[in-house]
């Protein structure tokens, strides 16, 4: 069964940190490269982080980079986001994201991910 399971969400304050962890069943998670996306209420789903199969290869969106981690445990099967620095323009629910099985490179684009959480709400207040 396909399943991805964030967790690690929570409010807190303006310059505070929080770590996101993603929970994939191996099916999920083997050979894929993963993401983390975020949406508010009213705007579309966007771009957060990505990494690649190996861990070798990750890209953020210019809104985080600099302040998000991205990392990934394949032997655990769970793909971590470290969120320093946090803004309150951070705040969204923030959604873990997998490509098909064997799809190893990394993408920003959500149509190109095929596995997606339930989301984890991630509030920052000033």
């Known amino acids: 069964q396909v399943q991805l399971v964030e967790s690690g969400g929570g409010l807190v304050q303006a310059g505070d940190s929080l770590r996101l962890s993603c929970a994939a069943s191996?099916?999920?998670?083997?050979?894929?490269?993963m993401g983390w996306f975020r949406q508010s209420p009213g705007k579309e789903r966007e771009f957060v982080a990505a990494?690649?199969?190996?861990?070798?290869?990750?890209y953020y969106a210019d809104s985080v980079k600099g302040r998000f981690t991205i990392s990934r445990d394949n032997a655990q099967n769970t793909v971590d986001l470290q969120m320093n620095g946090l803004k309150t323009e951070d705040t969204a629910a923030y959604y873990c994201?997998?490509?098909?099985?064997?799809?190893?490179?990394?993408?920003?684009?959500?149509?190109?991910?095929?596995?997606w959480g339930q989301g984890t709400q991630v509030t920052v207040s000033s």
């Open positions: 994201a997998a490509r098909a099985a064997g799809r190893w490179s990394i993408s920003i684009r959500n149509y190109e991910y095929a596995y």
């Open positions: 191996a099916r999920t998670f083997s050979g894929s490269a």
């Open positions: 990494i690649s199969w190996s861990g070798g290869i990750t």
